[in-house]
């Protein structure tokens, strides 16, 4: 019997949730993704040394530059590995500023040319503000395709399928763990808080019609991946993606076109920051994750300057 990754690939674009090229030859993904935090791990491995360098040189004492450059310079790497698409992130301390973040879009895109790959094969990663989502509709509507990422409540996934985003990454295993801290209970399956977000949206989208694909990520365990088998595409990390490689269970659909989905909702501005703030789950993780990825931006940034 073929492995519980290779019946899942059958109906869900596999992605790589890495910066980990000799993970990602061996696991063979059709796309990858990466962010800060997974930047600043490939920037402590020796075979990213040399570009490291190359972009700390290059940038000429802008590290925002320089950080640029050492993700596309991944990112050119990844594409070698794979026949898909990589996505590279916007720096999240531009979160709330639409016409910043869409002026970086535009700078990753333009070093990505540069290097001769091609925007057919790139996504730029935002994080899924209200400015971001409109900034993501601008690099659409100019041929620049987007992943809006940090994508915990329905607020967020009415307004990017309004917008006409490309992609959308709900993070799963962070909302597991917020709701099985704040409710002290351990969630399995279909229960679990994540994957019924995931499946909500999924189910929406597909009801009405909306082309956006859902990429469910943040995974904690192969429960969710497995509740979730179906769902358009998947990032997983290596870890993951190996345990299943070497499972050879049967692997059940979970999702799929058809299922029942809520009518169509239109959000203007004030209508989704209400309705994103009265989630406080999502609330909270939004804020928290750009944190992070600001921190960790900063510390690549250090990286470089040193």
Not at 69 to 94: N, Y
Request: aromatic share 8%.
């Amino acid at each position: 019997m073929p492995s519980k990754l290779d019946q899942l690939k059958t109906f869900t674009t596999v992605v790589a949730d890495t910066g980990d090229l000799d993970a990602i030859a061996r696991l063979k993904p059709v796309d990858a993704t990466t962010n800060p935090s997974l930047l600043l791990k490939a920037a402590a491995l020796p075979r990213y040394a040399e570009l490291l360098e190359q972009a700390r040189q290059s940038g000429k004492g802008d590290t925002g530059l320089a950080c640029d450059q050492f993700a596309v310079a991944v990112g050119g790497e990844i594409l070698k590995e794979i026949p898909g698409r990589i996505s590279t992130e916007v720096d999240a301390r531009l979160s709330f500023d639409a016409e910043a973040t869409r002026q970086r879009a535009e700078r990753l895109i333009g070093l990505y040319e540069e290097a001769g790959i091609g925007r057919d094969r790139v996504l730029i990663k935002v994080a899924a503000t209200w400015e971001g989502i409109r900034a993501a509709e601008r690099l659409e509507r100019a041929g620049i395709q987007t992943n809006l990422t940090l994508l915990f409540s329905f607020a967020q996934a009415v307004a990017c399928a309004d917008a006409g985003v490309y992609l959308i990454s709900p993070f799963v295993g962070r909302i597991y763990d917020w709701y099985r801290k704040a409710e002290g209970r351990d969630y399995v399956g279909a229960e679990d808080p994540g994957v019924r977000s995931v499946t909500r949206i999924y189910d929406y989208y597909k009801a009405n019609g909306f082309r956006t694909v859902v990429m469910g990520a943040s995974f904690r365990n192969l429960g969710q991946i497995e509740a979730l088998a179906g769902c358009d595409r998947l990032t997983i990390s290596p870890e993951l993606l190996q345990k299943l490689s070497q499972d050879e269970g049967t692997l059940e659909r979970r999702l799929q076109p058809g299922a029942v989905g809520e009518p169509r909702q239109v959000l203007d501005e004030s209508g989704f920051r209400w309705a994103h703030n009265e989630d406080a789950m999502a609330t909270e993780k939004l804020a928290e994750g750009i944190r992070l990825f600001a921190r960790d931006q900063e510390k690549l940034e250090a990286l470089l300057r040193d």
